[in-house]
């Protein structure tokens, strides 16, 4: 990973908020809140759960600041302790165990796209939201953060074969809602 410096706004942030700043404390909660909730929300599903994985994700945050050593962006090193975050409360329910039957579950044609263009955005998000949890959470940390099955295996402590099986798994879950709702 490469070594990238902060910018200078986000480095006097910091830079306050390890001086113990209550000013900076709740800048740098306006900043980033509204970009970390639909986070929380999306490995969540509730709004509730959502809001107390924000909470202990801030507190990890700044009890953390003093760690970040300028490797990749500091958006992305507070997104990774948010991703922890979420992950620590869903571990405390052994999510990954939780899965729908796929049986009966059919492959939309791959030639037919029609209905996923004509959902919005918005729908595909709340597909996605209504995956079961073992499925979301894959879903989530592959396709949308990025990790790899070898990362999310060490993540969720899963070999990589369970994380692809999910991924798998999932992606016929949301194939069949999309068939079902025939756009």
């Known amino acids: 990973m490469e070594l990238s410096v902060p910018r200078p706004e986000e480095q006097r942030l910091i830079n306050r908020c390890l001086a113990r700043d209550k000013r900076a404390y709740r800048e740098l909660f306006e900043a980033y809140a509204p970009k970390m909730l639909p986070l929380c929300i999306r490995y ?3 709004r509730d759960d959502a809001e107390d994985v924000l909470q202990d994700g801030f507190i990890t945050l700044f009890n953390q600041l003093g760690n970040f050593e300028g490797r990749g962006s500091f958006e992305g090193w507070v997104r990774r302790i948010f991703v922890t975050t979420a992950l620590m409360h869903l571990r405390k329910k052994d999510p990954l165990k ?13 030639g037919d796209t029609s ?22 959470i894959v879903f989530n940390l592959y396709v949308i953060e990025g990790y790899s099955h070898k990362e999310i295996g060490e993540m969720l402590g899963i070999s990589e074969n369970t ?18 709702t025939g756009k």
Do not use: Y
């Open 44 to 46: 969540m599903k509730n």
């Open 98 to 110: 939780i899965s729908d039957d796929i049986t009966g579950i059919r492959f939309i044609d791959n």
């Open 115 to 136: 209905a996923i263009e004509k959902m919005s955005h918005k729908e595909l998000l709340e597909l996605v939201a209504g995956l079961p949890s073992g499925f979301r």
């Open 163 to 180: 994380s692809r099986s999910q991924l798998s798994r999932a992606r016929l879950w949301l194939q069949d809602k999309i068939r079902k």
